[in-house]
T-cell receptor, first 112, second 117 residues
């Protein structure tokens, strides 16, 4: 089955800096890669996703890149703000399956 | 509109007792998922329901865990003879039917925090 590795487990940055979170996946048939943000005590919420026919996708300060050959994808947050502090989860889905396989999460701390 | 709801929000139980956790998905969502989130861990898939199809139970950690979905809507996750290692937050999510061109977004409930003492 699919295995998703996520790094780093924690990331501390100063407000205004950029943050990058990286994930690798094992199943070359995976074709959908969402990112979820979970604030403390709240439910995970989708913030951005990318499909395997696209190499990069941007939405304001966040972007996701996908390298199918290397089987890795990354989340980039620019001009970080304290409200970006949360746990971020990457996930992968194989088109032949119904479920997502999640990484273990990255706790992002943005200091003012 | 109303999102995914779960009850109870917190449950403390003694080791060996059975517990039932409830999930009310978003109206019209035919797909329903249960996940477990342990401290410092990611989201561990447990079980998936899609319409009237047989559920995908491949993530259930033991036969003490079971789930059902009545009438294609509300779902109940049951843990029998709870153990301390069952302590975690149990999250439910729902989505539109799979098979559409776009992978459907999963909407998560607030979770049930289960503590087994």
């Amino acid at each position: 089955g699919e295995n998703v590795e996520q790094h780093p487990s924690t990331l501390s940055v100063q407000e205004g800096d950029s943050a990058v979170i990286k994930c690798t996946y094992s199943d070359s048939a995976s074709n959908y890669f969402p990112w979820y943000k979970q604030e403390l005590g709240k439910r995970p919420q989708l913030i951005i996703d990318i499909r395997s026919n696209v190499g990069e996708k941007k939405d304001q300060r966040i972007a996701v890149t996908l390298n199918k050959t290397a089987k890795h994808f990354s989340l980039h947050i620019t001009e970080t703000q304290p409200e970006d502090s949360a746990v971020y989860f990457c996930a992968a889905r194989n088109s032949g399956y119904s479920t997502l396989t999640f990484g273990k999460g990255t706790m992002l701390l943005v200091s003012p | 509109g109303a999102g995914v709801s779960q009850s109870p929000s917190n449950k403390v139980t003694e080791k060996g007792k059975d517990v039932e956790l409830r999930c009310d998905p978003i109206s019209g969502h035919t797909a329903l998922y249960w996940y477990r989130q342990s401290l410092g861990q990611g989201l561990e898939f447990l079980i998936y329901f899609q319409g009237n199809s047989a559920p995908d139970k491949s993530g259930l950690p033991s036969d003490r865990f079971s789930a059902e979905r009545t009438g294609g809507s509300v779902s109940t996750l049951t843990i029998q003879r709870t153990q301390q290692e069952d302590s975690a937050v149990y999250l439910c999510a729902s989505s539109l039917a799979l098979g559409l061109e776009l992978p459907p977004e999963q909407y998560f409930g607030p979770g049930t925090r289960l503590t087994v003492t």
